[in-house]
């Protein structure tokens, strides 16, 4: 029914952790980011702005996704939100939706958002994230590096190397 809907880290959404795709996803996810401000420099002893001519680079984007989680009775629920939200606070997620767009997108999890509902047989409910998309323009196909961030170390650990 919604296999390979939704992949999150290489894996499908659906068979792993029970979670689709909510409301305003994938005009959030595919929404263009806004490009950076460009340079300038105001000079006192000139009218207006000095605006250095190059073409505009993209910038970091902040997007809110909706996941809807579906358990197969109350239990089973509770499981599958405990495993979301570890996979969550990882920080470093790829989300593709391959019957959309071949895009891989790498968005680190910035909060989670108070907006979550459950329905009233405590099988089904919603959950908003926040996220960052540091590079709008890094969309190709997932590498070792991406893979190696799946598990994210601890600064002590980074210390070390």
Known sequence: MNTNELIIN???AWNTYRVKMGYGFL???EADADNKSYITNEVRT???TRVVPIRPKKAERSITLEFVIVGKDHNDYNNRVKAFDA??????VTIQ????KDDVYRLFCARKSPTYSRGK??????????FIEYNPTNRGALTDADIDMFTLKE???????
Not at 87 to 92: K, Q, S, T, V
Not at 121 to 130: A, D, E, N
Not at 155 to 161: A, G, Y
Request: glycine share 16%; aromatic share 6%.
């Open 10 to 12: 290489g894996k499908d």
């Open 46 to 48: 000139e009218h207006g």
């Open 97 to 100: 939706v391959p019957r959309s």
């Open 87 to 92: 996979l969550m606070d990882n920080g470093f």
């Open 121 to 130: 047989g405590g099988v089904i409910g919603k959950k908003s994230l926040k």
């Open 27 to 29: 005009d959030a996810l």
């Open 155 to 161: 600064f002590e650990d980074i210390e070390q190397l």
